[in-house]
């Protein structure tokens, strides 16, 4: 009997444990679906972010030169309410709604092109054109998806503005410029970001592509992209006649082996199993098909996920380099310019895990896919290296349509930086404000002590 009593009481605490268990996500699935927002709140805003896109898509401006930009993005916030603040790093813009006491969440967008020329076919596509920093006429286009980064927050910061008792501590929302060179999270930290503004409690950004349908978003735990190095690299010859090479030095034929070693860098170099990119995507030199020039510049990107893989690839490129040049008798050293880089963004897990059921609330379980890192890389890890906990994903841009008639053919849809780069703007651009706004509300509720309290512990709110 007393064996019997033992078991009872057993099956009793175990059934108390499940019902807990049961009660307690059943109470989070209910939380987190009372802050999806509805579709009649993003119905209400998607003309204006949507006319934002349009606009934002046929006006681009490079990297730094943002001004016009910055300025919609600006006009816009400040009529929503918000406290904006310009020109913080270059052309930066910083957005404060200030709703009581609570955490302080911040929400980031990019505001740069690319020098791309685009081949899209569509009725808005960009015409512009104009000179680098180089002097160089150049086409400009919204490559990367940074127009619909844009529009997205715009509807966001509108129905967060409209539905303030829905939350509650401060919202900053951030217009960062210079993504594409790498510059411009740095650029806003070294102006006093956290100096002048409230320090943020959480991060969040997003990002468009085409390898998620849209109407999906992707989470990584972890970490969600690479290391990435630009070098410059210039290699030094004697210049000649063209149809007398024994008399020079020919810089194009020492680039040339120079670019075949480094591919062994990753294949010969690099454990099987770790990763390692080293791409040359330019080399410049000469003038004329007769004439062997005196130098020729090779432009590198360089990809990594390990902090001692960094180190050894960046100093297998410096020696390859060097080695190639004193095998031909190169009259001098070549110089190799490391002139940008960042590191990976970090995904903080606790903080990736709570988010995971607000979006499947408010998107539906199956439209958020669980995805592996990947090998792109950004500047929003200057934020998370402040110390401030990050939540970046992805936002599905592909037409159902297209991808399956891709996947059907073994090819792929054109990647990000691609001049055919375009996503499916509805629905992306509805998914994107409903997920952004769904984070927002979910972040910003207790108090900023809670918040720090459940990602540091991963106990959910």
Excluded at 255 to 264: F, G
Excluded at 429 to 457: F, P
């Amino acid at each position: 009997m007393i064996r019997d009593m033992k078991l009872a009481r057993l099956f009793l605490l175990a059934s108390l444990m499940v019902t807990a268990i049961v009660t307690a996500v059943a109470t989070a699935w209910a939380q987190a679906a009372s802050q999806a927002p509805t579709s009649k709140e993003v119905e209400a805003v998607y003309p204006d972010a949507h006319a934002l896109y349009l606009d934002l898509h046929e006006n681009p401006e490079l990297s730094s030169h943002e001004m016009q930009t910055a300025a919609k993005l600006a006009s816009r916030w400040r009529s929503l309410g918000y406290e904006v603040t310009e020109h913080v790093g270059g052309t930066g813009v910083v957005a404060l709604l200030k709703n009581g006491k609570g955490p302080t969440v911040m929400l980031r967008t990019e505001l740069d092109a690319l020098p791309v020329e685009e081949k899209t076919g569509l009725a808005y596509a960009s015409k512009v054109k104009t000179k680098d920093d180089a002097g160089h006429d150049v086409p400009v286009m919204h490559a990367c998806g940074h127009d619909l980064h844009m529009a997205a927050i715009l509807g966001t910061a509108a129905i967060m503005a409209h539905s303030k008792d829905s939350w509650h501590g401060t919202l900053m929302l951030i217009g960062q410029p210079a993504e594409e060179t790498i510059a411009g999270a740095k650029g806003m930290l070294d102006d006093g970001l956290l100096k002048r503004f409230p320090r943020p409690d959480v991060a969040v950004a997003m990002h468009v592509g085409n390898t998620l349908l849209a109407g999906q978003v992707g989470i990584v735990l972890g970490i969600y992209n690479t290391n990435a190095d630009s070098l410059r690299i210039t290699i030094y010859g004697k210049g000649g006649h063209g149809s007398a090479p024994h008399t020079a030095i020919d810089p194009i034929v020492i680039a040339a082996r120079t670019i075949l070693a480094l591919q062994t860098i990753a294949s010969r170099e690099t454990k099987p199993g770790d990763m390692a990119v080293v791409t040359v995507g330019y080399i410049h030199a000469g003038t004329k098909n007769n004439i062997i020039p005196d130098q020729a510049e090779l432009g590198l990107t360089v990809r990594t996920n390990k902090i001692e893989v960094r180190k050894r690839v960046l100093a297998s490129i410096e020696r390859i380099t060097r080695a190639e040049a004193e095998a031909a008798g190169a009259p001098r050293a070549p110089s190799v310019d490391r002139y940008e880089g960042t590191d990976l963004v970090y995904n903080d897990p606790a903080l990736a895990r709570r988010l995971e059921a607000t979006l499947e609330a408010a998107l539906g379980k199956e439209n958020v896919v669980m995805e592996e890192p990947i090998t792109a890389s950004e500047d929003f890890s200057y934020f998370v290296e402040q110390g401030i906990p990050g939540f970046y994903f992805s936002l599905g841009g592909a037409d159902p349509e297209k991808f399956a008639q891709a996947k059907a053919s073994g090819t792929m849809l054109p990647s990000n930086h691609s001049s055919l780069f375009a996503p499916d703007v509805d629905p992306a651009l509805h998914t994107g404000i409903a997920a952004e706004v769904a984070v927002l509300r979910n972040l910003l509720q207790g108090s900023a002590e809670d918040l720090r309290k459940t990602i540091a512990t991963g106990m959910t709110p």
